[in-house]
T-cell receptor, first 117, second 110 residues
Framework: DTAVSQTPKYLVTQMGNDKSIKCEQN?????MYWYKQDSKKFLKIMFS???????INETVPNRFSPKSPDKAHLNLHINSLELGDSAVYFC????????????????FGQGTRLTVV | DAKTTQPPSMDCAEGRAANLPCNHS???????VYWYRQIHSQGPQYIIH???NNETNEMASLIITEDRKSSTLILPHATLRDTAVYYC???????????FGQGTTLQVKP
């Protein structure tokens, strides 16, 4: 009974193609995220959605477009794939922070390893 | 994140305490200190977090210095299964955004 699930787990595609990665969480969380992990294992946030509203966009190229049809899903569409997009992409979710800023843990999916050839 | 620094690797003997340091000298007042770990390229797994007080849970203890510029994650009795990359990070209390350091590869040896 996976809490945060991503599909596909592996994705190999040619340069210039358009691809999507899907993410679903069954934890009832309000906030979802996309992180990118490069070949040096550096984890960096890309986007965050809260109740289907974009709240974080970390200067990611316009070729990356997140879409949240409902608060349990956050998909990532990538246009015109480039070699540098090869990485592992992680989806995550967490409970909404309160105005008091109560910290809560984020749950991560298993990742999607994208290889652009 | 260049402002969050961790040693690239550490070794620990099985059964001994593993103490993993992290410097986060530019952490802001509403940012929490978070620790996650990643085993075999799985998704990062939450360990513990804190604001300014020391914290303990079933997995680990977190010691945060009084000025909040550094912290130490303590695994009290490391096992072989604790071999992983440990990420220290700053987490916004408002947006939930996590900014990670480069991670420390902890190798627990028999």
């Amino acid at each position: 009974d996976t809490a945060v699930s991503q599909t596909p787990k592996y994705l190999v595609t040619q340069m210039g193609n358009d691809k999507s990665i899907k993410c679903e969480q069954n934890l009832g969380h309000d906030t979802m995220y996309w992180y990118k992990q490069d070949s040096k294992k550096f984890l960096k946030i890309m986007f965050s959605y809260n109740n289907k509203e974009l709240i974080i966009n970390e200067t990611v190229p316009n070729r990356f477009s997140p879409k949240s049809p409902d608060k349990a899903h956050l998909n990532l569409h990538i246009n015109s794939l480039e070699l540098g997009d090869s990485a592992v992409y992680f989806c995550a979710s967490s409970r909404k922070r309160t105005p008091r800023g109560v910290g809560t843990e984020a749950f991560f999916g298993q990742g999607t390893r994208l290889t652009v050839v | 994140d260049a402002k969050t620094t961790q040693p690239p690797s550490m070794d620990c003997a099985e059964g001994r305490a593993a103490n993993l340091p992290c410097n986060h000298s530019t952490i802001s007042g509403n940012e929490y200190v978070y620790w996650y770990r990643q085993i075999h390229s799985q998704g990062p797994q939450y360990i513990i977090h804190g604001l300014k007080n020391n914290e303990t849970n079933e997995m680990a203890s977190l010691i945060i210095t009084e000025d909040r510029k550094s912290s130490t994650l303590i695994l009290p009795h490391a096992t072989l299964r604790d071999t992983a990359v440990y990420y220290c990070g700053r987490g916004s209390g408002n947006t939930g955004k996590l900014i990670f350091g480069q991670g420390t590869t902890l190798q627990v040896k028999p």
